[in-house]
């Protein structure tokens, strides 16, 4: 998912002139909906991303897969890939399966469903620290620190607009976490002192937090005063065409929301209302 949000950050026309050529109205677009599986609930998934999927089905993206699958009365089926280059094109696009759980909106290499929630990047530092209370990425508190940073996702044009690069440490975005952990790897740096504070794709980072390190304060980033903004939506990816399979899942969505949001909540993943202004209030 981390790949999908940095790439609806930045301009995706070329890919939307081409995929309107491929998946427009007309027959073809039709036709799509045909592929999807009447005997499983079949999902495109990363094997090794925890806290969101893996083959156990720990992860909260298998939760809300199974929900799904069970909601629908249909056996749940995966097809694994790592979510690096080419995830899509070898499982979606492929028909080798009919939904990614989670997909940032926006991002024209799928039919985005209607959002299921909304998050943010985070601000990971130890309870104790004086970063403890930084809201943003302009604070001057982070003068002249260390900061973790996934390259070339949204944070990292805020690190930079405010001059924070020289002494950052960057972190690889298209990784097989089956063999490279860039989150697991900045937090073990954050709790050794090699750098000060790190900066994670919420739905990522507060549930490793919530899980392993208690000592850990994650703040949500959501007072940043220019662009990129560094919440978003999420939904489920679909095939282009395939609208009424959308709208199937766009209804299942909705009538089990409540469910969904426990999921979430359980796993530690921050939820944010849907204009980014502050936490998502939950029923008691």
């Known amino acids: 998912m981390l790949k999908t949000i940095a790439s609806a950050a930045i301009s995706l026309a070329a ?16 036709q799509t909906s045909d592929l999807v599986s009447k005997q499983a609930f079949r999902v495109c998934a990363d094997p090794a991303n925890l806290p969101m999927s893996d083959r156990s089905g720990a992860g909260f993206e298998n939760k809300i897969a199974e929900l799904m699958a069970s909601r629908l009365e249909l056996p749940l089926e995966y097809t694994w890939f790592p979510m690096a280059t080419g995830f899509i094109r070898k499982t979606l696009q492929a028909n080798a399966c009919d939904v990614v759980i989670g997909y940032a909106q926006g991002d024209e290499l799928v039919l985005n469903t209607n959002h299921y929630y909304t998050s ?11 970063l403890a209370g930084v809201t943003t990425l302009a604070d001057p508190l982070l003068k002249d620190k260390r900061i973790g940073v996934i390259a ?38 954050l709790k050794s002192g090699a750098i000060d504070a790190a900066i994670l794709w919420g739905p990522i980072g507060a549930p ?44 299942l969505i909705r009538r089990n929301q409540s469910e969904i949001n426990a999921i979430l909540a359980e796993a530690g993943v921050p939820l944010m209302n849907d204009m980014g202004t502050g936490p998502l209030e939950l029923p008691k």
Not at 15 to 30: E, S
Not at 159 to 177: F, I, Q, S, W
């Open 152 to 189: 070339g996702t949204p944070p990292a044009t805020h690190v930079a607009r405010n001059g924070l690069m020289p002494k950052a440490k960057g972190y690889h975005l298209m990784v097989d976490r089956r063999y490279e952990d860039p989150a697991d790897d900045m937090l073990a740096d």
């Open 120 to 130: 943010a990047y985070v601000l990971i530092v130890p309870s104790t620290s004086p």
């Open 15 to 30: 890919a939307g002139v081409l995929l309107l050529a491929v998946a427009g109205t007309g027959p073809v677009a039709a």
């Open 208 to 251: 490793l937090v919530k899980a392993s390190h208690p000592d850990l304060k994650v703040t949500p980033l959501l007072s940043e005063p220019t662009p990129p903004k560094l919440f978003y939506r999420i939904t489920m990816g679909v095939r282009q065409g395939e609208k009424v399979w959308e709208r199937k899942l766009n209804s």
